[in-house]
Structures are given as C-alpha cells and as structure tokens.
C-alpha cells in the first residue's frame, strides 16, 4: 500500500490531454514538494517535474505539474504512442522522513 | 558525460548478502545526496535509503533499518548498498538516484534472490 494514491491507469487517444491526479496528505504533498518521473518499459525512472511545476531541460512543455493541498496532477498534452508509460509522483514525508510513491500510473495511448 | 553505472546482476540464495555500486561520473560527487531505490518485479517504487557521499551519513527507511548499509568511497566517487539477510522478497531491480530530485537515475541492477 503505497502513501502517495494515483490511479492505476489512465487512458487517452494520440493528440489528446490526459491528467494523473497523486493524492497525499499534510506529511507529504501537502508540505513538501513533488515531483513526477516517467518509466518507459524495461527502463530506469526519468524525471520530468520537479517542485511540483518545474521541467528539467529537455523535457517538453507537453509535460506540466500542479499542486494544490494535499494533492498533485500531472498534464500531458498532445498525447503521443511514445508517452506509454508508468508514471510516479513522489515527494518527501516529514512523518516517516522517508522518500515516498505513489503506486504508479499506466497510461495507454490508444 | 553525466552518468551513474551500476554494477551487474546478482543472483543470491536466502540468507546471503548483496552489495550493489553505482559509479558516479560528469559531476563532483560530494554535491549530491544518493538514493537508493527498488522496484520488484511488476511493482512501484520503493525508497529505501540515503547517503550523503561528502561526510557519508546516512538515513534508511524503517523497513530496511539492520539490514541495509549504505557507504560511499570518495576516491571512487562510488556508492554501495549492502542487503543481508535476504529473502525472496528482496528480488528486485536496485537503482541509485542522485540529489534532491532524483534526476539521474543509474540503469538499475536486478538482484534474484534463490534457492
């Protein structure tokens, strides 16, 4: 049972919006930053938000994060085959002072 | 360029240890905190600790707490994660992250735990 709650898998067509909701508590996203990493299959995490709505270089503004209390959500726009993915915020939890997940998110771009 | 190299898969029988390095290159090693995270087979992510490579203090989750070791080697620019005592459910893919973001990731190496 992971602390951070995303939903299992979203679904959406190419060209079009999806949005992943992470949802924590006042320990965690409520305090802390988040930030979201995608999982391609067979490969290592990549990061592609960080405190909560910043994108490192090289990730395209397809890609955008909010946080609002205790819960966050991922954007994507313009919903491309190669965005198949797992997706995983995490933040900080001043309670456990540990690193936590959520779940991960399948998101199938149909 | 920026890279963390992992070493290469284990295979371990219940009970043994593993110790796992994540070389770090393409960036001072002191200024970045590592972390080490594992994803069983199937399954989410999982932090399981921290290590300051400068003064190379550490901090684990509680459920790892005795049996993981977390040290680093300066003239390596080097980290290790050591796991005793494992078990099955310590089967998994180990990836070492680096600094407050997590925004480099090693490759990850799969440790299959066996009798």
């Known amino acids: 049972q992971s602390v951070l709650t995303q939903p299992p898998s979203v679904s959406a067509a190419p060209g079009q919006k999806v949005t992943i909701s992470c949802s924590g508590s006042s320990s965690n996203i409520g305090n802390n930053y988040v930030s979201w990493y995608q999982q391609l299959p067979g490969t290592a995490p990549k990061l592609l938000i960080y405190d909560n709505n910043k994108r490192p270089s090289g990730i395209p503004d397809r890609f955008s994060g909010s946080k609002s209390g205790t819960s966050a959500t991922l954007g994507i726009t313009g919903l491309q085959t190669g965005d198949e993915a797992d997706y995983y915020c995490?933040?900080?939890?001043?309670?456990?002072?540990?690193?936590?997940f959520g779940g991960g998110t399948k998101l199938t771009v149909l | 360029q920026v890279q963390l190299v992992q070493s290469g898969a284990e295979v371990k029988k219940p009970g043994a240890s593993v110790k796992v390095s994540c070389k770090a290159s393409g960036y001072t090693f002191t200024s970045y905190y590592m972390h080490w995270v594992r994803q069983a087979p199937g399954q989410g992510l999982e932090w399981m600790g921290i290590?300051?490579?400068?003064?190379?203090?550490?901090s684990y989750a509680q459920k790892f707490q005795g049996r993981v070791t977390m040290t680093r080697d300066t003239s390596t620019s080097t980290v290790y994660m050591e796991l005793s005592s494992l078990r099955s459910e310590d089967t998994a893919v180990y990836y070492c992250a680096r600094g407050r973001h997590l925004d480099l990731w090693g490759r990850g190496t799969l440790v299959t735990v066996s009798s």
């Open positions: 290590i300051n490579p400068s003064g190379g203090s550490t």
């Open positions: 995490g933040t900080w939890d001043s309670s456990l002072s540990a690193r936590v």
